[in-house]
């Protein structure tokens, strides 16, 4: 009797001691749901993503190395580096690979018909053949798109710096997204006969000559949300500015490394929402039947420094509409 009761009491204190292990957030390693995270490059616009989303996570009641356990990886803008990372993610059958940007996105649907991938910041999800439709995005692979046309910026130039009629701009004609804002942005400068200068670049060790190359052409730079250009943000505005030449971007990052100013979404907010979209996915909801989620607003960024750099003064108006001013 008494040795019953012992073993009684032995299966209790088991019962009670893994209970408390599971309360304090120790899950079996088997029970933790795996993400694996993959950055194609290093900019602000993309860090701020990563880092809020992974934040939100927690506030949303999902922790790393507790609730979830998160593999972050960074390809440097390395597409070989990057297929690696992808398969790596698919060969550790991890749950859901969350892809930064578009080739990142892309690198990874490429390797997995069955892992969630759950994209953000992609400006063109369909033309990127990331998803079928924003409604119905058909595949293991829906997400958050940035996109805002880039006349926007032009637009909002016309304002500050009004009179522009030769334009500049530098991209990567590698990706895919910046193919599709550029040929935007030669129909309106067609349509408002404006000139203009494409540069291009296939690395940040390019960005120096392309710049050179067209900036004694041109009134006024736009650039996209083109990661090797972001990449390369500050070099372009060092250049820009000693020509007292505005530059004109697409992503509040980089208006906060060296553009004048911008017209972009909230990369924050886009985190968040990501994040949110993320919760869905790992409490059971299929890719498949999760419409592609965009900001509902654009937002105005201006930079200061960059303006009194080249001697611009903002006006009130646009001023008043500014969502940030970075100094």
Known sequence: ????????????????????????????????????????????????IRTTFIDQLKELGYEDGKE??????NAQNDQSLLKTICQKFVSNKYDLIVAI????????????????VLFTACTDPISSGLVDSLEKPGKNATGTSDYVP??????????????????????????????????????????????LYEATITSTA??????????????????TTDNTV????????????????PVYAGADSM????????????????????AQMAV???????????????LEESFIFLNTSTAKQIDVTFPDDVISDATNIFE
Do not use: W
Request: net charge negative; aromatic share 4%.
């Open 255 to 274: 208006v906060q490394d060296g553009a004048l100013a911008g017209c972009g979404v909230d990369y924050e907010q886009l985190a968040i929402q990501t």
């Open 68 to 73: 979830i356990s998160i593999d972050y990886q």
């Open 1 to 48: 009797m008494k040795r019953n009761i012992a073993i009684g009491i032995s299966l209790v204190c088991i019962v009670v001691i893994a209970g408390f292990l599971a309360m304090n957030g120790r899950p079996a390693s088997k029970d933790t749901y795996k993400i694996g995270i993959v950055q194609i490059v290093d900019h602000t616009s993309l860090n701020t």
């Open 280 to 294: 869905e996915i790992i409490q059971g909801k299929e890719p498949a039947e999760m419409p592609v989620q965009r």
């Open 230 to 245: 972001a990449s390369s943000m500050n070099l372009i505005a060092n250049i820009a500015g000693k020509k007292k030449i």
């Open 150 to 195: 880039l006349t926007k910026s032009v637009e909002l130039a016309d304002r500050i710096t009004p009179g522009i009629t030769r334009i500049g701009t530098i991209y990567n004609p590698g990706e895919t997204v910046s193919t599709v804002m550029i040929e935007e942005l030669k129909e309106y400068t067609s349509k408002n006969n404006m000139e």
């Open 101 to 116: 940007a578009t080739p990142s996105a892309q690198a990874a649907i490429s390797e997995t018909d069955d892992i969630p």
């Open 206 to 223: 390019d960005t120096q000559q392309a710049v050179e190359s067209i900036i004694d052409k041109v009134d006024a730079i736009f650039l």
